[in-house]
């Protein structure tokens, strides 16, 4: 198994974090141990067992016996701290002390029975001059700012979204294909089931991307997420997408709650276990479409070496950023290690840094009789999924060149070349279908004539790369899974070159196919996620040449 | 004589909806003229006395076939899984429904459907209008209720107006009614074949003529069962395909209870048979070649089996020569609304 460096950390991390966890729970009793006692009981007075009890903010924790009863081995001397307690089914409990001496009692009290679908979202933007506490408005320096920088913000919005459920250009104004509302125009399809959760709770089948109001405009809001009592994948998920896989828990009017990561963090908060696992984001991140998988990224991570290792979508996708200890400060907030504070940064196909962290190419050339064989090696060292995933139309493409010392091109003789869908023209302008290269992506394909004979001219037509939603088949998928090296060889005819020649290899991610891109006037760069350069000098006598670069 | 009746009572019936309704113009509809193709001649029109053919309802009804309305979440029209260049089938071995449900059987070609007495592979409904009516509401199909259905309808003034005109009202039934008199309309004949049966000689060549003296010779039985103009006897039969897997489909005992009559389905129609690919109730054949290779073989043992079926002993030529016989079934299509 080999982890990058980061994991290895945040295994120490964990390993560090479990034993400080035992060391506190199983206790050591020394002759000097102070400690704290005390019980957790319900609303009615009765004994909670199994609570689990800590020191606010500390991994200091004990669990209750069956009479509710818990001692905090080894605090040491505790001065004005809350002792809180939780356990599943409860909202979180806590009790102020002024020292250990203190014997706290805490009551948890009940989750409230039954979700309230007339639930209205609190907005998620800050407005410091209304009555109304907006999540921005105790949040807004970290968690705001860093949610409302990423695609889950954007999920409802996205011009390359709009563009693509309208059928039209990135303008928005101008038809183009494809599009959801072309292909079926009397459907509103389930789009809204993840892009608009906040909406689609009302209709699974009914929502109008056009037509959302406020919240549901915010797209996959903080309100949302946690408000997400649970999660309980169907097994068919082209039937069931979104949010028809969650259980949602809102309170009734004049109340409160909050799901989140934490067992300290007294009423309206409760501790959700699911908010800091995988499956929590497998709603919207596994889904299929006529039965074909789609969206993969869940199954992609269970069946890689990180599910095993326990490193979830949260670990990577949401890291601590190292300096945030407090995230509501000046609110109610308190220090904490910023350690455990995940960011909300939520990292994906829009940032090219951490896209270019997932893979490391190699570059290997090797000449032999006037024959030059470039050898280009891609690993997919930091995502726990294939790259690229989930939404098909990401790809990525490999270009490989050989260039003498004229600046002339070496002659290609090899079979790999990128695919019709790297686009079709000249090179300068991004079209690289034809060249020495490869394609990585998943393909869909349209195996049955489109009919519908009232929109011949526009739904007749076949899209290559075709879109999701139509009735699509997998053509390939050349994606490289978590761990996985993609091997691939070229070979130039080097016996007129003139040396040194240079072997350049080049790996790009683009988050739409190239003839998408065209027809909907989207501008997206293409994003360099790897480069290699191989020099061979004019006598050189080494017959392998390598270069890494990440 | 029979579709002349016909059209007497739907005139009337039309009369009375109209001296029912709101004193608009009294008229009676335009009747649509079920143009029949060479070589269907001999065969019997079934048309509902309740549903005759009229001009507007089919108009009407081809719409709706392509409308995806009709299912739940408006993805999944008729069309879907009865593609006319199909050969009103989908290529599929099983069809699909929403959201990709599949359901256990392959879509059957509508081609001259107009002309059976029972509909379904198991023959489970006595019109084409339940055909449409199980479809629109069934879990795997269209997964739809009548009521969404005329909720999804009715803002479209197109279709109140129609409905109104012609039915009355936008409902489940009217729309079936509609839907199935434009499958009604979707015949096929005018092949070669029936060009060669007319007696122009040079319509089918050397091969396809050996082909056709096969099928209906005593040595292959084939037109035993895929008898007649429209090569189907509309009775049910068993092949044995499909009864070598686990859960093998009952097929037609559904139906009456019979145990002999497990694993039977439906003798489909040989008409436009090129296009209609992958074969049999369960589409376990890919193509021609394999059906005939199927047929040679004896089809597959099962205590039903058909006493028509068994080892034919072809040589290489002889499938070569039924395939293409087979080929020569394809009608020329200018029969079918809409399809010029």
Known sequence: MCFSSNHQLQGCFRLALVILLTLATTGIRTGGDVGISGRVVDAAGQPVAGAIVRVQATAMTALTDADGQFT??????????????????????????????????????????????????????PNPDDEVKNCGDCHASIIYSQWSNNGHFKS?????????????????????????????????????NCHAPAAAVKDY???????????????????????????????????????????????????????????????????????????????????????????????????????????????????????TSNFAPGKGGMERDPASIPSHFQLGSRDSSFLASAVEMKTTVKRR????????????????????????????ILLVAAVDANGKQLPYIGENRVPVWGGRGKPEDGDFAGLPGKGFAKVLFEPNPLYNADRASLKGKHVFPAPQWRIIAIKEDTRIAAFAIDVTEYEFDMKKAEFPVRVSSKLIYRRTFRNWAKMKHFDLQDITLAEGLVRIPARTEASQLTSRVQ | MRPVTVFCAAGLLMVLFYSAGCGKKESVPKQFTLAIPPGLEQLEPVIPVDNPLTQAKVVLGRKLFFDERLSLDATVSCATCHIPLLGYGDG???????????????????????????????????????????????????????????????????YSQAFTEIFGAIAAETVAQAVAAYVRTIVSGDSPYDRFMAGNTDALDESAQRGMALFNSERTNCATCHAG?????????????????????????????????????KTPTLRDVTRTAPYMHDGSLRSLKDVIRFYNQGGIAHPNLSAQVKPLHLSTQEQTDLINFLRSLRGSNSFQPGSS
């Open chain 2, 229 to 265: 103009p429209n090569f189907t006897d509309e009775q049910f039969h068993s092949n044995g395909a499909g009864m070598d897997s686990p859960s093998p489909d009952p097929g037609r005992v559904t139906q009456t209870g019979n145990e002999s009559e497990r694993g039977r389905f």
């Open chain 1, 72 to 125: 905090i081995h080894n605090t040491g001397a505790l001065d004005d701290v809350m002792v809180t307690a939780w356990k599943l089914g409860y909202f979180n409990g806590g009790v102020r002390i002024e020292d250990e001496t203190d014997s706290p009692e805490i009551v948890l009290a009940e989750l409230h029975p039954a979700d309230n679908p007339d639930y209205e979202w609190v907005d998620p933007r």
């Open chain 1, 156 to 192: 409802a919005t996205s011009p390359l979204f709009m563009s693509l459920y309208n059928g039209k250009d990135i303008s928005g104004e101008v038809a183009a294909q494809p599009g959801y509302r072309i292909d079926y125009p009397h459907s509103n399809g389930n789009c809204a």
């Open chain 2, 92 to 158: 599929r071995t099983t069809s699909m429904g929403v959201y990709g449900l599949r359901s256990t059987r392959n879509a059957p070609t509508l081609i001259n459907r107009v002309f059976g007495k029972t509909q379904f592979w198991d023959g489970r409904a006595a019109s084409l209008e339940e055909v449409v009516l199980e479809h629109m509401v069934a879990a795997n199909d269209m997964r739809n209720t009548p009521e969404r259905l005329v909720s999804a309808l009715t803002p479209d003034e197109t």
């Open chain 1, 205 to 323: 089948t009914g929502v109008d991307m056009n037509k959302l109001s406020n919240v549901e405009l915010m797209g996959v809001s903080c309100d949302f997420c946690h408000k997400v009592k649970d999660v309980a994948m169907q097994a068919n998920t082209s039937l069931f997408s979104g949010v028809q896989h969650m259980n949602l828990l809102r309170p009734p009017d004049g109340h409160q709650m909050f799901f989140g990561p934490y067992d300290d963090i007294p009423d309206p908060d409760a501790y959700s276990p699911v908010i800091s696992e995988s499956i929590f984001c497998a709603p919207c991140h596994e889904g299929s479409f006529w039965g074909v998988p789609i969206y993969e990224s869940y199954s992609e991570w269970l069946a890689s070496p990180y599910a095993e290792q326990g490193v979830t979508c949260q670990k990577c996708h949401m890291p601590p950023d190292g300096v």
């Open chain 1, 369 to 396: 009789s006037g024959k030059l064989t470039a050898r280009v090696a891609i690993e997919n060292v930091a995502a726990g999924h294939h790259v690229p995933t989930d939404q098909p139309m990401r790809n990525m």
